[in-house]
């Protein structure tokens, strides 16, 4: 049996997008787990955040990875903070074929500067915090099966680039 596919990477690379592309050219499910947190509390994850706090969110973050995890022949969008998790990042590394989605953070802040469902990049320099969230990421981001560097790259090509790599396993 095939492992699943996940995607991670940082808020705005386009995981929820490509994700979805790939499962569809793959006859796969499709998994968005931040919109399937949003469905369990019936509300953005920006509330979840401001009304029960970002350690709230990230304990319920785990369980629906983990559960979502289980599921087989699925592509799964994970949050940008998920793989953070050592929890989840030992699991999606036992169990599932993992792209690192990496673009210039100047295109991550044009796609997100207006965009209120981003709680960690709410608020005034935008920048700045997603260049930290950045900097304090990378170097666990780089511990998935695969990175694509998505800069110069049209959707059809990184979607090209994963089921190409999926295909090989």
Known sequence: ???N?????????????????????????FIDTDSNIEKNFSMKISEIFKK?????FRIEEEKVVLESLKKSKSVIALG?????????RDAVLKNSISFWLDINLDIINKRIKWNKKRPLAIGKNTNVKIRKLYDQRKSIYKLANYKIDC????????????????EKK
Do not use: C, H, P, W
């Open 1 to 3: 049996m095939k492992k």
């Open 52 to 56: 029960k706090g970002e350690d709230f």
């Open 151 to 166: 800069n110069k790259l049209s959707k059809e090509d990184i979607v090209k680039k994963i089921i190409n790599i999926y």
């Open 80 to 88: 940008g903070g998920a793989f953070i998790n050592k929890v989840i």
């Open 5 to 29: 596919v996940v995607l991670l990477g940082m808020m705005g690379v386009g995981k929820s997008t490509l994700a979805r592309i790939v499962a569809k050219k793959q006859n796969l499910k």
